[in-house]
Each structure stands twice: as structure tokens, then as C-alpha cells.
């Protein structure tokens, strides 16, 4: 059993940033984890995803947020990051932590343990 907690949502003007924080309890070293958002009206959307396996480490971005956000993991801390730079208004959401077991996958549906979210409010 998967437990997760995200913290640090907030509101933040256009071009700001935040940082996320989803920790976890339970075995999750080779799990991926996942960070998905969803806006008022809108399906629940892909934003990133990391992997730990004994071959090394993979992300993975909506191409949305490429290169504004960044996903990191401490292991030893059984904690995921989502650092989010240069905030857009349609960044606005919820933002959810979430994990599956391996492969890693940008489908929602496909997540087992998620959190219970944390908003993020970007103000033009």
C-alpha cells in the first residue's frame, strides 16, 4: 500500500514560481510517480513522471510544461518534487501526486495510489 501527500501549492503571479513536494510512504523505489493536474471543467491531464530503476533514472514531460518544469526525486527522503517555473495562468489547477508500478505511462486511468491534491492558482 501506496500512501502520498503533496504540499505546497499556492498562488503565484504570471512568470513565478512554485514547488510542489509528494511524499510517500510505502516501497515506492521502483514505482513510477507521476504528477497530474486538472483544471476546472478538464479531464485530469499527464504534467511529468519519474522512474527509478537499477539502470538509471527517467523523466518525462507534457510537452505543455517542457522545459519549465522539473520533476526530481530524493529516494532516501521517499520524496517526489515538481519544481514549476515561469507559471502561466492556464498552469491553473489541481495538481495531483500519483503512483503505478512500472512502466511508466502518461494515462491517468492507469495510476493505482494517488494524493488528494493541491491547487495551484497562476494570476495574470
Not at 513536494?21 to 507521476?34: E, H, Q, W
Not at 492556464?90 to 512500472?102: I, M, N, P, R
Amino acid at each position: 500500500q501506496v500512501q502520498l501527500i503533496e504540499s505546497g501549492g499556492g498562488l503565484v503571479q504570471t512568470g513565478g514560481s512554485l514547488s510542489l513536494s509528494c511524499a510517500a510512504s510505502g516501497r515506492t523505489f521502483t514505482y513510477v510517480m507521476g504528477w497530474f493536474r486538472q483544471a476546472p471543467g478538464k479531464e485530469r491531464e499527464f504534467v511529468a513522471a519519474i522512474r527509478d530503476s537499477w539502470s538509471g533514472r527517467i523523466t518525462d514531460y507534457a510537452d505543455s510544461v517542457k522545459g519549465r518544469f522539473t520533476i526530481s526525486r530524493d529516494s532516501a527522503k521517499n520524496t517526489v518534487y515538481l519544481q514549476m517555473n515561469n507559471l502561466k495562468p492556464e498552469d491553473t489547477a489541481v495538481y495531483y501526486c500519483a503512483s503505478k508500478s512500472a512502466p511508466p505511462s502518461r494515462i491517468y486511468k492507469e495510476y493505482a495510489y494517488w494524493g488528494q491534491g493541491t491547487q495551484v492558482t497562476v494570476s495574470s
